[in-house]
């Protein structure tokens, strides 16, 4: 009786292993596929890559901040005898849909948006200053974001970020803008080389399939690509 009873209870334990390890296996089979699928919807780009892309964003950052430093400081103190603190800083949304304080050199007048309305972009002209003009057309009003960028609220390369006002706008038509959110946003994209500032919601629909595009697509080498695009058009003067 005795004998039987260890019997009974050694068979038990061990169907409780089997269906404990082949409910581990099942589980760890479904989590695995789960998270590649979400690789695959959200960024094309290996786990190298992306190191090697935040690498990047860190070295070239840090070693552009240092080398434009006399540029910047010439470009503050402009800014600063024209009246007004020469950064500005703006709420963006950012990777997995956070919230952070993008850095811009001021082209506008203080306070043009103080109601916290943003501006049309006939508005935003009205209030820009002769400085801010030149910087806006060159784009060296984004320069103060290679902060961003070694801080990791950024990329060099990858969609540029937007204010929740128009994110809300925008996914009243196009609710797949959330896609975005699995990458940093970044200082240039393709859509800033080929589809410029977007002043218009037709704009900007046109940013975000290009931005996607960008998504299904990114690689070290369209990084080079892209980055190279911007960096002639800013040095030949091309407006973009």
């Given at each position: 009786?005795?004998?039987?009873?260890?019997?009974i209870?050694?068979?038990?334990?061990?169907?409780?292993?089997?269906?404990?390890?082949?409910?581990?296996?099942v589980?760890?089979?479904?989590?695995?596929?789960?998270?590649?699928?979400?690789?695959?919807?959200?960024?094309?780009?290996?786990?190298?890559?992306?190191?090697?892309k935040?690498?990047?964003?860190?070295?070239?950052?840090?070693?552009?901040?240092?080398?434009?430093?006399?540029?910047?400081?010439?470009?503050?103190?402009?800014?600063?005898?024209s009246?007004?603190?020469?950064?500005?800083?703006?709420?963006?949304?950012?990777?997995?849909?956070?919230?952070?304080?993008?850095?811009?050199?001021?082209?506008?007048k203080?306070?043009?948006?103080?109601?916290?309305?943003?501006?049309?972009?006939?508005?935003?002209?009205?209030?820009?200053?002769?400085?801010?003009?030149?910087l806006?057309?060159?784009?060296?009003?984004?320069?103060?974001?290679?902060?961003?960028?070694?801080?990791?609220?950024?990329?060099?390369?990858?969609?540029?970020?937007?204010?929740?006002?128009?994110?809300?706008?925008?996914?009243?038509?196009?609710?797949?803008?959330?896609?975005?959110?699995a990458?940093?946003?970044?200082?240039t994209?393709?859509?800033?080389?080929y589809?410029?500032?977007?002043?218009?919601?037709?704009?900007?629909?046109?940013?975000?399939?290009?931005?996607?595009?960008?998504?299904d697509?990114?690689?070290?080498?369209?990084?080079v690509?892209?980055?190279?695009?911007?960096?002639?058009s800013?040095?030949?003067?091309?407006?973009?």
């Amino acid at each position: 009786m005795e004998n039987e009873k260890w019997r009974i209870i050694r068979n038990f334990a061990r169907f409780l292993k089997n269906v404990l390890n082949d409910t581990i296996k099942v589980r760890a089979s479904r989590l695995l596929n789960k998270l590649k699928l979400r690789m695959e919807k959200k960024c094309s780009m290996s786990a190298l890559g992306c190191f090697v892309k935040r690498l990047t964003d860190i070295v070239v950052s840090g070693v552009g901040m240092i080398i434009l430093s006399p540029a910047f400081i010439i470009v503050w103190l402009v800014i600063l005898c024209s009246g007004g603190h020469p950064i500005y800083r703006q709420e963006r949304i950012g990777l997995h849909g956070k919230p952070f304080h993008i850095l811009k050199f001021r082209t506008m007048k203080l306070d043009c948006e103080k109601n916290g309305i943003p501006r049309t972009e006939d508005e935003r002209l009205a209030q820009m200053t002769c400085v801010g003009h030149f910087l806006r057309d060159h784009h060296l009003d984004e320069f103060p974001q290679l902060w961003n960028v070694f801080c990791g609220d950024m990329s060099l390369v990858g969609y540029r970020p937007e204010r929740q006002y128009f994110i809300d706008q925008i996914m009243q038509l196009r609710p797949d803008y959330t896609r975005l959110y699995a990458i940093r946003p970044g200082l240039t994209s393709l859509a800033t080389v080929y589809n410029g500032y977007t002043d218009t919601m037709e704009k900007m629909i046109t940013r975000l399939d290009m931005d996607l595009e960008y998504l299904d697509n990114c690689s070290l080498g369209g990084d080079v690509k892209i980055i190279w695009k911007t960096v002639s058009s800013i040095l030949t003067g091309k407006k973009f």
